[in-house]
């Protein structure tokens, strides 16, 4: 799935019991290697798990954006107060 995504990482939140099926699935998607380690690129979380204290592997947080481009500046046409 999260290469049909052009994803890094998918993470899918159920409050259903997992299934052998979806955790084969999640399994077949592979690892993504980041400066920080290797992380499952498909991750499955019950809300049990959840709320137990278990999270997603990932980047550290402080480190996210170094998945996405960073925008680009956008110069405003008018000064402010002028139309």
Do not use: C
């Amino acid at each position: 799935m999260p290469d049909r995504e052009s994803a890094e990482i998918g993470v899918l939140i159920s409050f259903q019991p997992l299934t052998q099926p979806m955790r084969t699935e999640a399994a077949s998607a592979g690892f993504y290697d980041s400066g920080w380690g290797k992380h499952p690129r498909l991750q499955l979380l019950t809300i049990e798990e959840l709320l137990d204290g278990k999270g997603i592997d990932m980047l550290p947080i402080a480190h996210t954006n170094a998945t996405f481009k960073r925008a680009r500046y956008a110069h405003p046409k008018f000064e402010q107060g002028t139309f």
